[in-house]
């Protein structure tokens, strides 16, 4: 895994629900996936209440995405943040290229 921003992890320890956002916070810590961006910063705050797990990301750009992931798998997750990156790659690409991405509405193909 690649990481490319920052990242912000809120999970219930205790909580059944949280199990695939703790696995995507060990694989976030991960000695691999800090090697490919030491400058990225990965939050952490386990809550003592009753709300479902949450994982927000906010890119280089500034785009920000909050999700819940109660009924989420650890690949769902991944899967969700590389798509906006893939997508904000594919918008950069297109404007170099003379394209407006702002006509295309490439985010509203990501699930």
């Known amino acids: 895994m690649s990481l490319r921003q920052l990242v ?3 999970f219930s320890a205790t909580d059944p629900r949280s199990a695939a956002v703790r696995e995507f916070l060990q694989r976030c810590l991960a000695p691999k996936a800090r090697e490919s961006n030491p400058d990225c910063i990965v939050f952490h705050n386990v809550r003592s209440d009753d709300c479902p797990p949450v994982v927000s990301v ?5 785009f920000k995405d909050q999700f819940n992931c109660h009924k989420l798998t650890v690949s769902d ?3 969700r943040i590389c798509d906006i990156s893939d997508t904000m790659n594919s918008e950069e690409l297109l404007e170099k290229s003379g394209l407006k991405t702002s006509e ?8």
Do not use: A, T
């Open 8 to 10: 912000s992890i809120q």
């Open 58 to 62: 906010e890119f280089v750009n500034g």
């Open 77 to 79: 997750i991944m899967s």
């Open 104 to 111: 295309l509405n490439l985010r509203s193909f990501i699930k």
